[in-house]
């Protein structure tokens, strides 16, 4: 059974930083598009930043320049190092997986995209502090 679990989250001052982790089970190779989405309450899920085949990276325009994706296939796992963490970074963050294009990772992380991932993660928390 194919499964992905985050790790990582936890509660920082603005300024701090966290790297979160995602390990993937159960999967014969990686698929092409790894994803980190957050969630927080009352807000649209968002895409922040997707990795393609490894190499290719997006990123979502608020947190590009703080955040880097990055994968390791070798262990099956893609992290997330989130640097000048801010108030409003504060939410459910969530791994995901999907046999996406190089156009649909791409434009994952566009505002508003409603691009379809088939399996994500339970989530782990992320909190800033002013």
């Known amino acids: 059974q194919e499964q992905l679990m985050e790790s990582g989250g936890g509660s920082v001052q603005a300024g701090g930083s966290l790297r979160l982790s995602c390990a993937a089970s159960?999967?014969?190779?990686?698929?092409?598009?790894m994803a980190w989405f957050r969630q927080a309450p009352g807000k649209e899920r968002e895409g922040v930043a997707t990795?393609?085949?490894?190499?290719?990276?997006w990123y979502h325009a608020d947190v590009k320049g703080r955040f880097t994706i990055s994968q390791d296939s070798a262990k099956n796992t893609v992290e997330l190092q989130m640097n000048s963490l801010q108030p409003e970074d504060t939410a459910m963050y969530y791994c995901?997986?999907?046999?996406?294009?190089?156009?649909?990772?791409?434009?994952?992380?566009?505002?508003?995209?409603?691009?379809?991932?088939?399996?994500r993660g339970q989530g782990t928390q992320v909190t800033v502090s002013a």
């Open positions: 995901a997986a999907d046999l996406k294009s190089w156009w649909d990772c791409k434009n994952t992380v566009l505002p508003g995209s409603d691009v379809h991932f088939a399996n």
């Open positions: 990795i393609y085949t490894g190499t290719d990276t």
């Open positions: 159960g999967y014969n190779y990686m698929p092409h598009c």
